[in-house]
């Protein structure tokens, strides 16, 4: 037999109630503002719809129509290098008072790739850098792409407990650094049981003397398939998790919006995030003219 109590406060308002029902009495009294044994039943209401056919159609079906075409083939710096074949002397990225122009970036990373080459890294090995923004980040981050590795980037204004798991989890070969990132590095590399390689991408990258020339991607034995990138989500949900994302994964993105947004040889973009946050990957990679590094005071 229903009815409505509207005697408790606790209870906030009106419910309809019925007892007699065991299967879906509440079992226990609710804040004790009703009695228990009370049976709590949903009310049925008819809502006119919010969509007419037209806007249902557009919605569920115009909206979700994202099948695009992509070039399968590609790799996500061999995009870089079609740029940097048309563009040669324009400026490809800005730090403060340095640039480089896509020439000199392309042969920056060209040999840093051939020495990563040199010391095993292969198709989906990870490769971690641990870099404050910077040129020398940019170059680190397109040679770990032509050498054929995965980068892991690890962002020193991160807290070292989070740099120190990433390393153990995703077991880098190799770990670039550069300048004072190199001490919280070390910190986060003191309770790994194994040394990766660590290669200071200004000190010994330097004294590189290998070929500027592109890495040839079928002696590389790389395919879109293989990984780009692992960047960990941020763990609020227990510990962070390494995202893989593949080569083709990137160049569908930017193929598939591209005439969203029309971006061109006159847009500049800058790289606002953490490069340790996937949306760097649209601010980093989705260039078609310069990227700009502000300091790392000025980003989120």
Same mark, same amino acid.
């Given at each position: 037999? $229903? ?8 209870? #906030?308002?009106?419910?309809? +109630? ?14 004790? @503002?009703?009695?228990? #044994? ?33 070039? =399968? ?8 290098? +079609? =740029? ?11 730090? @403060? ?17 051939? &020495? ?9 090995? &990870? ?55 190199? +001490? ?6 003191? $309770? ?42 941020? @763990? ?5 998790? @390494? ?55 000025? &980003?989120?």
């Amino acid at each position: 037999m $229903g009815y409505n109590d509207r005697q408790s406060d606790k209870a #906030g308002g009106a419910v309809q +109630a019925a007892a007699g029902q065991p299967d879906s009495t509440v079992p226990y009294a609710l804040d004790q @503002g009703l009695p228990a #044994g009370v049976t709590l039943q949903p009310q049925q209401a008819a809502l006119p719809p919010l969509l007419d056919e037209a806007e249902r159609h557009r919605v569920l079906v115009e909206w979700n129509a994202t099948e695009a075409d992509y070039p =399968q083939d590609k790799c996500v710096h061999e995009i870089f290098e +079609a =740029q940097a074949a048309r563009t040669p002397e324009a400026i490809a990225v800005v730090s @403060g008072d340095e640039r480089l122009t896509y020439a000199e970036l392309n042969a920056r990373a060209n040999r840093l790739a051939h &020495r990563l080459r040199s010391l095993g890294v292969r198709p989906d090995d &990870r490769v971690a850098i641990c870099v404050e923004r910077s040129l020398e980040m940019v170059v680190g981050l397109l040679a770990i792409l032509k050498a054929g590795g995965a980068y892991v980037p690890l962002d020193p204004g991160y807290p070292v407990e989070r740099l120190a798991f990433t390393l153990k989890d995703s077991k880098p070969t190799v770990v670039l650094d550069h300048g004072a990132a190199r +001490a919280t590095l070390e910190k986060a590399m003191a $309770g790994l049981t194994y040394r990766p390689t660590v290669l200071d991408l200004g000190e010994d990258a330097a004294s590189i003397n290998t070929s500027a020339l592109n890495p040839d991607r079928a002696e590389v034995g790389l395919t879109p398939r293989h990984l780009a990138y692992v960047i960990y989500t941020s @763990g609020s949900t227990g510990l962070p998790k @390494g995202v893989m994302i593949e080569h083709r994964n990137v160049v569908r993105l930017f193929t598939a919006t591209e005439s969203w947004f029309r971006f061109d040889e006159n847009d500049v973009w800058t790289l606002f995030h953490s490069f340790a946050f996937d949306f760097s990957v649209w601010e980093i990679w989705g260039a078609r003219s310069s990227t700009k590094l502000p300091a790392p005071s000025l &980003r989120s």
